[in-house]
């Protein structure tokens, strides 16, 4: 543990290369915004689209809305973060964050 602390940045080099025989595909970009590289997608971001709705008969056509304007994406960031004091957390999250915003207000 001393050494994977002592690493500094090189640490992510050892955990991802262990993330990536876990889940395959690692850190590669969304298909509708390949800039945002997530360490692991497991669901592709789908915008949201009235349009897409469709259903049977009239009666559940407002079902088929809700399920259309509802935006979907499964993804996980991952990061080993050792300062006791959270020092510099905040910052890398609120970046992190913001990168997922612009998508859901571009995309």
């Known amino acids: 543990m001393k050494d994977f602390c002592d690493a500094d940045q090189g640490r992510s080099k050892d955990y ?3 993330l990536a025989s876990r889940f395959g595909a690692y850190s590669h970009g969304l298909a509708v915004w390949g800039s945002l590289r997530p360490d692991v ?3 592709e971001y789908r915008p949201c689209a009235v349009t ?3 259903a049977p008969d ?6 088929a809305i809700k399920k259309a304007i509802r935006r979907e994406c499964h993804v996980a960031e991952f990061t080993a973060h050792l300062q006791s004091d959270l020092r ?4 890398y999250l609120r970046k992190k ?3 997922y ?3 859901l207000e571009s995309v």
Do not use: K, T, W, Y
């Open 16 to 18: 991802e290369r262990v």
């Open 41 to 43: 997608i497991f669901d």
């Open 52 to 54: 897409m709705a469709s």
């Open 58 to 63: 009239p009666a559940a056509l407002g079902e």
């Open 88 to 91: 510099g957390l905040g910052e």
């Open 97 to 99: 964050v913001l990168n």
């Open 101 to 103: 915003a612009d998508l």
